[in-house]
């Protein structure tokens, strides 16, 4: 039983400094997104450094980088928030695709709301129906 305690323990500590590492680079991302108006376009693991024993992280490789114009980063914000409520606006969400330079064919507000879900609430295709 001390095993199995000890092991929670263990899990709910990596669990605590994990969440607030995602939870940091979500800030940063989204400072360098609605303030900073640049962000990287290549983030991933590998560009994520732990720095003075995981205290801090360090985002290294800024090869690809993006500016924002403001409109671009109010469109962003626009799609976000819309995807992040209950009773999401699907004409809301277009609208927001639309300041980003999404087109379709027919200009159709579901089709840019799918995109949106693909591109900015998940890589699941589940999400994108």
């Known amino acids: 039983i001390a095993t199995r305690v000890t092991l929670a323990a263990r899990l709910i500590s990596l669990y605590r400094y994990y969440k ?3 939870d940091l680079l979500v ?4 400072h360098q997104i609605f303030l900073d108006l640049i962000f990287n376009g290549d983030c991933h ?4 450094m732990e720095i003075e024993g995981g205290e801090k992280l360090g985002l290294i490789d ?12 109010l469109g962003i914000a ?3 928030f819309e995807l992040g409520r209950p009773n999401c606006n699907v004409s809301e969400v277009a609208d927001g695709m639309r300041q980003l330079g999404f087109r379709t064919k027919y200009n159709n507000d579901q089709i840019l ?3 949106a879900k693909l591109f900015f609430d998940s890589d699941d295709e ?3 129906e």
């Open 62 to 73: 800024y090869g690809q980088t993006k500016r924002l114009s403001m409109e671009e980063s």
């Open 45 to 48: 693991p590998g560009n994520i």
């Open 78 to 80: 626009k799609v976000v």
């Open 27 to 30: 800030d940063v991302h989204g």
């Open 113 to 115: 709301y799918r995109y």
């Open 126 to 128: 589940s999400k994108a």
């Open 20 to 22: 607030r590492s995602v």
